[in-house]
């Protein structure tokens, strides 16, 4: 039988076809979906974790006891997860182990657009890369042999295209369950103390040579003869735009791209002049072949940047330049915050009071386009909390009062938590606002520990924020209605010069969570309007300019949150019918 199936689905029916015991991950774009659709199918156990260092942390435990365990998370996630991903290759697994890592090339949904194939060679670790979601699923299966074959993690890496884009899926049954998991103990695999750290890294070593000796009979690892003198070596959805592009030329499509089968290379590339290596971000590939010493086509800087395409690949075949497509092509869209967001009113506040705000990742990170302009930094999850402690060390005191960190519900809890902890330990100030929206709506609303549900909305245990905050020592913590913006306003006066730490808890439930809710639309009182344009500052998608000057509300976007008549400098704006 066969089914419509995005990459993302046919990596989790792969995934629950091998019989995955468990499946753990934290969402991301563009990976979220492999868990949600992974968690729907029968007899499969999975969990959202607090992060993806702790997702690894829980599959490996799964791994390690025998049973089949797969991790998913985007490609940023995968930094958090190093840690536990280097040393996992030392101790290996026991049942197999599949990291998916899906890359976000053009940065649909990321802070940077890192190539992670660089963590298979780091972390010497083998990555099979799907082209399609035929192979996604199969190539899931493939990894669940390798891990136990090599007794190793393997990395499964996706890309936005590959993980989104649907195709028809031959898929099979669920395999059944061969072993029951079991507590083993055998220190020297998995206590990495030095002394017994040094002998699996001899092992690795060891693993690595015998699976570049296996690249070179998988079947993933493929030649394709074609009819005229063009050579390509490409993997991934790259393999599809050359496919497209160059129809009769020989293909050496690599499934497994790290390690690299040499010798098949060597065959490939012996009696041409040049070959061409076509892969999206990173010249990876492209490093491992002229290490070989064969001749590679140069891959002209820009293909580095940016996702690919069939008309960048035929440029790059013919050798001429090409940007990543612009996407001014189409009328701009900017994103912002929803109408009556409740990240809009607390910005709004931290405008007013012309704050330095440092930020973090979540819709919230929105409020830094203009004109709302009050978030001025924004790196990696749970940065902005150590960014204001460094900055307050440093700056005079009049600077050192004006800086706030802001942070979502669901960032505080995968990697907020150590940074408040440090600020109450080495005795430092500050004011951390957590923007508790109740769940974690940039990636689509997925449920987060402090939200009390789970994967698939289950139902589950609640972590208060407020008491993370007291345990670790803060003694300001409250919790406030953002909407509340005189309080919100008044709290953040009161503790900004005080030397201890505060958090303010800003909790209302995110609106995709509660659409039923409205209150009555506001108004602008024209009679009372001054056309000071201020309440356009605030960015709220149903406050439009007239042709009059003066701003009208447009009733059926108006949430009646209130955010706009507080900043209203004339009183002009109301829910009262003028
Ligand atoms: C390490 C890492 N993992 C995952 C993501 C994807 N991601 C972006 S923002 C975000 C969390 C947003 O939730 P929250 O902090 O509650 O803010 P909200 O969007 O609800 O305002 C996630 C998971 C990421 N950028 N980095």
């Given amino acids: 039988m066969k089914e419509l199936l995005s990459g993302n689905e046919a990596v989790a029916r792969g995934a629950w076809e091998a019989g995955v015991a468990l499946g753990t991950g934290y969402p991301g774009t563009p990976s979220s979906e492999i868990l949600e659709t992974f968690a729907l199918l029968p007899e499969a156990k999975a969990q959202w974790c607090a992060n993806e260092k702790v997702a690894l942390e829980v599959a490996s435990g799964a791994a390690w006891s025998g049973a089949r365990a797969l991790v998913t998370m985007k490609h940023v996630g995968l930094n958090v997860a190093a840690d536990p991903l280097f040393t996992l290759a030392y101790t290996g697994v026991r049942g197999g182990l599949v990291v998916v890592v899906a890359d976000d090339p053009g940065l649909q949904s990321s802070q940077n657009e890192q190539d992670s194939r660089h963590y298979g060679r780091a972390a010497k670790l083998p990555i099979l890369e799907p082209s399609d979601s035929q192979e996604a699923r199969d190539f899931t299966l493939l990894a669940f042999r390798l891990s136990e074959e090599f007794d190793l993690p393997v990395i499964l890496r996706l890309t ?3 993980s989104h884009s649907r195709c028809p899926v031959k898929a099979l049954r669920r395999r059944a369950e061969t072993k029951l998991p079991a507590l083993i103990k055998d220190a020297p695999k998995q206590v990495m103390i030095p002394a017994y750290a040094r002998r699996r890294h001899v092992l690795l070593e060891e693993k690595m040579r015998a699976l570049a000796l296996r690249a070179e009979t998988l079947g993933i690892n493929r030649v394709e003869k074609g009819r005229g003198g063009l050579r390509i070596v490409t993997s991934g959805v790259a393999y599809q735009y050359c496919r497209e592009v160059a129809p009769s030329a020989s293909f050496l499509k690599l499934g497994m791209v790290y390690p690299l089968p040499r010798n098949k290379t060597k065959n490939f590339a012996r009696g041409s002049r040049k070959i061409f290596v076509v892969e999206e971000l990173d010249p990876f590939l492209e490093t491992e072949i002229r290490s070989l010493g064969l001749p590679v086509r140069g891959k002209r800087e820009e293909y580095g940047l940016g996702e690919l ?3 960048r690949v035929r440029a790059l075949l013919a050798g001429r330049t090409s940007r990543p497509p612009e996407s001014a092509q189409l009328p701009a869209r900017p994103p912002m915050l929803c109408p009556g967001c409740p990240h809009r009113a607390v910005f709004t506040v931290l405008k007013k009071l ?7 990742i979540g819709c919230y990170t929105l409020g830094t386009l203009p004109p709302l302009s009050a978030l001025d930094t924004c790196v990696c999850m749970g940065a902005g909390i150590g960014q204001s402690e460094g900055m307050r060390l440093v700056l005079p005191p009049e600077a050192a009062r004006k800086v706030v960190a802001v942070i979502g519900d669901s960032t505080f809890v995968h990697s907020g938590i150590t940074g408040l902890v440090d600020l109450v330990y080495n005795g430092n100030g500050g004011v951390v606002i957590i923007l508790d929206n109740q769940t974690t709506a940039m990636t689509g609303l997925q449920g987060h520990p402090g939200t ?4 698939g909305s289950k139902a589950a245990r609640q972590v208060r924020l407020c008491e993370i905050c007291r345990g670790a020592g803060v003694n300001r913590v409250k919790i406030i209605d953002p909407y509340d913006l005189k309080g919100v306003e008044a709290y953040l006066r009161e503790s900004l010069p005080l030397p201890e730490p505060s958090v303010l808890i800003a909790r209302a439930p995110c609106l995709l969570l509660r659409r039923h809710e409205k209150k009555p639309a506001h108004r602008v009182k024209h009679d009372i309007c001054r056309a000071c344009s201020l309440c356009l500052q ?20 108006c949430t009646g949150c209130g955010a706009c008549s507080h900043v209203c400098p004339s009183g002009a704006i109301g829910t009262e019918v003028t």
Avoid: H, M, Q
């Fill in 452 to 455: 009390g549900t789970g994967l």
């Fill in 538 to 557: 605030i960015a709220c998608p149903a406050l439009v300019p007239s042709p009059e000057g003066k701003p009208k509300i447009t009733a059926a976007l």
């Fill in 354 to 360: 012309k704050l330095f705000v440092t930020g973090d």
């Fill in 160 to 162: 936005t295209r590959v």
């Fill in 309 to 311: 395409n069939p008309e």
